[in-house]
């Protein structure tokens, strides 16, 4: 079992839309949780990350964290062409000296 | 801020050859993560550099190697290059007080032939 799995996609979705993207991982020891955004042969772009359990938003993306159940989701409201991309969520069990684990990734697109 | 540099962006080798890359991380951070992602999968951790040390490394052979100069920018070093070392490496940096505020760079391309 790899540490951190992701819905596999591809995901494709009107303008508009709700978009629910999910990770679970294996690892009790995480406790930074962050979702990235990465267009086709760029660099991952850090959209958030979250520490333990619970909500943050920020504009139109919401991330949520479960521990209990080992879950996190990132949902992206009133969904746009230029969220178009591979969405990464990545996990870290401690601030410093820490290895960040990715999992593979989740394609969208969003269709005008 | 220029954010995450990485040089050069496009490399071509052949197998058996040695490659180095080069990382400088965004103004303000100390700690250089390296990366492998093949395509369609995500980033692999390779090793992190903090003051000039490795403090952290993933499931990479010995051929992988680092660096990491006063001036917190970073190199990485592969040796014997296998078909298999083709892919996009990434440099991410962050500062000492969280892995998790990770800048990545736009990243390099490697293709061994």
């Known amino acids: 079992q790899k540490e951190v799995e992701q819905d596999p996609g591809p995901l494709s979705v009107p303008e508009g839309a709700i978009v629910s993207l999910n990770c679970t991982y294996s690892?009790?020891?995480?406790?930074?949780f962050m979702w990235y955004r990465q267009y086709s042969r760029k660099g991952p772009e850090l959209l958030m990350y979250t520490y333990s359990s619970g909500n943050k938003e920020d504009g139109r993306f919401t991330a949520q964290v479960d521990k209990s159940s080992k879950y996190i989701s990132l949902f992206i409201r009133d969904s746009q062409p230029s969220d178009s991309a591979t969405y990464l969520c990545a996990m870290s069990s401690k601030t410093s000296y820490d290895k960040v684990i990715f999992g593979p990734g989740t394609s969208l697109s969003v269709i005008p | 801020d220029a954010g995450v540099t990485q040089s050069p962006t496009h490399l071509i080798k052949t197998r058996g050859q040695q490659v180095t890359l080069r990382c400088s991380p965004k103004s303000g951070h100390d700690t250089v993560s390296w990366y492998q992602q093949a395509l369609g999968q995500g980033p692999q951790f390779i090793f992190q550099y903090y003051e000039e040390e490795e403090r952290q490394r993933g499931n990479f052979p010995d051929r992988f190697s680092g660096h990491q100069f006063p001036n917190y920018s970073s190199e990485l070093n592969v040796n014997a290059l296998l078909l298999g070392d083709s892919a996009l490496y990434l440099c991410?940096?962050?500062?000492?007080?969280?892995?998790?505020?990770?800048?990545f760079g736009p990243g390099t391309r490697l293709t061994v032939t």
């Open positions: 991410a940096s962050s500062p000492r007080t969280g892995v998790y505020e990770q800048y």
């Open positions: 690892n009790s020891a995480f406790q930074y």
